[in-house]
C-alpha cells in the first residue's frame, strides 16, 4: 500500500489562497516573457487549460515552451510567509509505515519549499513532479501509471483536490479521498481563466460518488478517516 498525495491545496488549505501567487506567476510569464498582452494571456489560458488541463501543457503543444523554464519562473515565490507547520499532517506522515509520495503539477523545488514550511519534507519518501512523469501530468494516465511502476504490485490511496484527476486513479484502482474545502478566493484574486476551475467542479461534483471514496475539508482531516480507508483498500 502506498499514499499518494498532491501538493497544491492538498497538503495545505485552499483558504491559504497561496495560489494568487503561482496564478500571478503564469500571467507574468505570458506577459513578460512571452510579450503577450493581458488580453491574450487571458485567452491562452482558457483555451490551454479547457483543452489540455494546465496552462502549461498547451504551451509546450502549441508554443515549444521550456517547461522548466516556465516552472521555474512561476514557482520562484516564496511560500513561508503564508504557510507555516502543520503538527498534525507530520504525526500523520511520519507515521506511516508505508510510502509517502507527493504527485504533482509543480516542480519538485516548490514541493520541497512548501513541504519544509509545513515542516513535513522528512515525511516525504518520493516527489513526482511534472519532469518525473514526462511532462504529462495528471490527469494523463501515464503519471499515475509512472508511480505506480515504482512500487509494482502496491494498491494506492490518492488524495487530491481537484476533481478531474480522480476518474484516471480509479481506473487504476486506487481508493481515492477527496480534499474539498470548498474555498472561492475573493473575487479580486480570480481571474477569468480560473473560472474554469469552478465550472469544472460545478460540472463534476454531482459525479463525486462514481470516482470519490471519501471526501474531508482539510488533509489534517485524514487522520480520523484513515482506518476507513485502509478497510477501502483491503476490501472490507
Known sequence: MILIVDCDNTLYPASTNLMALNDAGIASYLTGVMGVSVEQAEGMRIGYLRKYGTTLAGLVAEQKVDPDEFLDYVHSYEVSPILSADPVLREFLCGLKMPRVVLTSANRAHVEKVARALGVLDCIDAIFDLKAVDYLGKPHPHAYET???????????????????????RALNMVNVWVDEGYRPPPGDIAPALNVFYDEARQLAGSASEVVDFTIHTIDELPAIWDGVVARVNGR
Not at 515504482?150 to 486513479?169: C, I, K, L, S
Open 147 to 169: 508511480v505506480l511502476a515504482a512500487y509494482p504490485g502496491e494498491r494506492a490511496v490518492f488524495v487530491d483536490d481537484r476533481f478531474r484527476n480522480f476518474p484516471p486513479a
